[in-house]
């Protein structure tokens, strides 16, 4: 093609545009590399921490302590609110093995695939001097992180221990109770919930809803059993589990009875509605309080309030840290998730974010703790009872995987009005795509 | 060019001339794939190698999280592909909102291109903010339209309010949902096209619309008997990157929800995003190069077709 010398001219001009372009482009996109920094001049160290969803160690306060106590250290963190997409991510990295941070987290969903897949990617926090811990944590947090040769390749951070949140000035506005003891007593079983929820509705203020979503619901509710998706032997068993179905059909049930404000989780107008008032309850577990904060902020102080779980203790999500091999600063690392996990820093960072600690010695310390944001609601004896009664659960290898497609198959359900039996086939057909 | 003579021609002696002449003739021949050569080096080391690489995982059953253990699978990879239903979905969602964001994206660049290509003032300001949308990530653009298109905050949704519509669920329904990622592309690449089509419409000699004008044709004839014959390689040109993106469409799905699946029932998932689904999703590397190799082939398929219309069309001119 003949190039005429305006159309040069313009191609010139165009290209520098461009360049301009890319530059712009560079600026725009927020995602700043993780700059590998040495910690070899001045014995001066930078951890780096990445972490999911929010643990609250910076909003705590205990990096500014840490690195008050180990002036040497400076610590960097990065966060992907998404568990899935942060878990993506570490795959990807720990496949290269480049890109790794000094401390990884690791949700409790994705444990059992790092002692059965990939134990040989984490550093043994037992060589390490994590040998003599064990006392501290309960014993199925432990043993949940420890490959089947012995080798520990997390230290137990939170566990997640379900409890209700409620938003008591809209209960008001509906015209039901707020005590969180009352309510409690009329929610003691589901359809008490449910039942409750209809009431909510009738008279609620408009565009609020009972509850954020029916997938939180669904989560919350096979959290209390023993066995979700998998059995103890490892065989996969979420179609055939009475208790899936059943947290399944009450799901379904909240959804056709108009109860959701069909939000998709972890989406952003999920998280703009934590303030804005679009529902009035949410399956919480204890690290839901830190996000709840975070979210709702201070449009949020002291409207809502903590009751315990209709239908019985249990126990969702709760996560651990990991030193994958490739870390920088082994040896830093190390030193720093035995601290954070010690019983002192758990009893705070439960009393500021409201994570419960998996430390059995910082169980003890948070007993009495209340929280002034939630309407001054006793979480430490909440939580802290449900954390007992909570079922110990069987840790399946791809329990995330298996839940994101039955909450996808939900969300069918409620913001699509797909017939159950349908939406329960797509995520069959979804599990079986996923996992195959 | 010159080449330098190790030897100084001596003033008297007639110059070497059948040796210097060889060489010349030699590094002439020679420079050429000298001065090509890194790029082809590149694209060994990260296009080739890559695509080869490619094609040999899919072959094999390979998890991201033991990538050391592989399993032959033989063409079972591309083989279950078929029977694969959220294969054909993303295919057939490849194809609606290839269609949905290409076509109006280039009528509308063919537009501006016309307006811009009339003596306006600030014509550089205008060509340069017609770039722009070009110019931004996708990530901050898909954010921001995620924010517009958001059901119960979202602005558009708002606007539709205002006329009286009830607001829609631009995430779940499946129309609804490629409307709007298709709205994220077309606003992203339609300057661009813009700008290629200017420069192609400012090789158009001016002749041929003084010509035209004399014969009293009007501003609409001219477009449609000057300026688009004039573009026609250019559009070919246009409609061949476009495919070629469309086909490999990503960022904008991705990001719309930040659901990997494209939507809680795939109603948006494009190939690209199936692929990193499979692969960054679910760890099948092995099912994950399959539809890569199925994509590159699926992109010559319609280059191809592409050159081929083209290529009748230009017989059928020079015919008539």
């Not at chain 2, 339609?190 to 044709?217: F, K, R, V």
């Not at chain 2, 190069?289 to 077709?305: Q, R």
Request: charged share 15%; aromatic share 12%.
């Amino acid at each position: 093609m003949p190039v005429a010398r305006a159309a040069r001219h313009v191609a010139i001009r165009f290209g520098a545009v461009a360049l301009a372009g890319a530059l712009l482009a560079a600026c725009g996109s927020s995602s700043s590399g993780s700059s590998s920094a040495d910690g070899a001049d001045g014995g001066k160290v930078t951890l780096t921490v990445d972490l999911f969803g929010t643990f609250g160690y910076k909003e705590a306060g205990l990096y500014a302590e840490y690195q008050k106590l180990h002036p040497n250290v400076t610590i960097k963190e990065s966060d992907t609110e998404n568990e899935a997409d942060y878990w993506k991510a570490l795959q990807t990295r720990l496949a290269g093995g480049g890109g790794l941070a000094d401390v990884q987290g690791v949700e409790v969903g994705r444990i059992a695939s790092v002692t059965r897949q990939q134990a040989d990617k984490f550093e043994d926090l037992g060589a390490l001097g994590a040998k003599d811990l064990q006392a501290q944590f309960s014993q199925s947090k432990w043993s949940a992180a420890t490959a089947p040769d012995g080798r520990v390749l997390g230290l137990g951070t939170d566990t997640g221990p379900e409890a209700l949140c409620y938003r008591s000035d809209l209960f008001k506005a509906a015209g039901l109770p707020t005590d969180r003891v009352e309510l409690a007593k009329q929610w003691a079983t589901w359809d008490g919930y449910l039942a409750l929820g209809k009431q909510y509705a009738a008279k609620a203020p408009a565009k609020s809803h009972w509850m954020d979503s029916i997938a939180s619901l669904y989560s919350v509710m096979v959290g209390q059993q023993k066995e979700r998706y998998y059995d103890a032997s490892g065989k996969l068993i979420y179609d055939s589990n009475p208790a899936v179905k059943a947290a399944w059909n009450a799901s379904v049930k909240a959804a056709q009875d108009g109860l959701s404000a069909k939000l998709a989780q972890w989406a952003p107008e999920w998280n703009q509605a934590f303030s804005s008032g679009s529902f009035a309850t949410i399956a919480c577990p204890a690290w839901m309080l830190g996000y709840i904060k975070g979210q709702a902020a201070d449009a949020g102080k002291g409207k809502w309030d903590v009751a315990a779980l209709p239908g019985g203790a249990g126990n969702w999500g709760g996560s651990y840290l990991s030193i994958p091999k490739g870390a920088k600063h082994t040896k830093e690392a190390f030193d720093f998730i035995k601290w954070i996990t010690a019983k002192e820093q758990q009893a705070k960072l439960f009393t500021k974010q409201g994570s419960f600690p998996s430390n059995l010695g910082a169980i003890d310390l948070v007993k009495d703790v209340k929280d002034p944001y939630f309407s001054n609601a006793p979480i430490g004896t909440v939580f802290g009872t449900a954390a007992e009664q909570a079922p110990v659960q069987v840790p399946g290898l791809r329990d995330n995987d298996v839940n994101t497609q039955i909450t996808n198959a939900l969300g069918e359900v409620e913001r699509k009005g797909t017939s159950s039996d349908e939406a329960w086939s797509h995520a069959q057909k979804g599990v079986k795509n996923a996992l195959g | 060019m010159t080449v330098s003579v190790d030897t100084p021609p001596a003033l008297t002696a007639p110059p070497p001339r059948p040796r210097a002449e060889r060489r010349t003739r030699l590094l002439r021949g020679v420079s050429p794939y000298v001065y090509i050569a890194p790029f082809f080096t590149l694209f060994a080391a990260f296009g080739l190698f890559p695509l080869i690489y490619t094609a040999y995982v899919s072959l094999y059953r390979v998890e991201l999280q033991t990538p050391d253990q592989m399993e032959w699978r033989g063409l079972d990879n591309y083989t279950a592909l078929l029977s694969d239903s959220y294969f054909w979905t993303a295919l057939r969602n490849t194809f609606s909102i290839g269609v949905l964001s290409t076509v109006p994206q280039l009528l509308m660049a063919l537009g501006l291109a016309h307006l811009l290509n009339y003596k306006l003032r600030g014509r550089t300001f205008l060509r340069v903010a017609v770039l722009l949308p070009y110019a931004t990530s996708v990530a901050a653009a898909t954010l921001v339209f995620a924010q517009l298109f958001g059901r119960d905050f979202g602005l558009i949704n708002w606007a539709l309010g205002l006329v009286g519509f009830s607001p829609v669920d631009w995430q779940s329904g499946t129309v609804a949902s490629q409307i709007a990622v298709s709205t994220i592309v077309t606003w992203r690449w339609t300057g661009y096209n813009a700008l290629i089509y200017l420069a192609g419409m400012q090789s158009i000699p001016g002749e041929l619309y003084e010509a035209a004008q004399i014969d009293g044709a009007s501003r609409w004839r001219q477009f449609l008997h000057v300026t688009l014959p004039g573009l026609r390689p250019t559009i070919l040109f246009t409609v061949v990157v476009s495919t070629i993106g469309a086909t490999q469409l990503f960022g904008e799905p991705l990001l719309f929800e930040g659901s990997i699946s494209g939507g809680i029932s795939h109603q948006y998932q494009t190939l690209g995003l199936y692929m990193y689904e499979q692969g960054w999703g679910y760890f099948h590397l092995g099912r994950a190069a399959a539809i890569a190799w199925i994509m590159f082939v699926l992109i010559l398929l319609l280059v191809s077709v592409n050159a081929a219309v083209a290529r009748r069309r230009t017989r059928k001119e020079a015919g008539r």
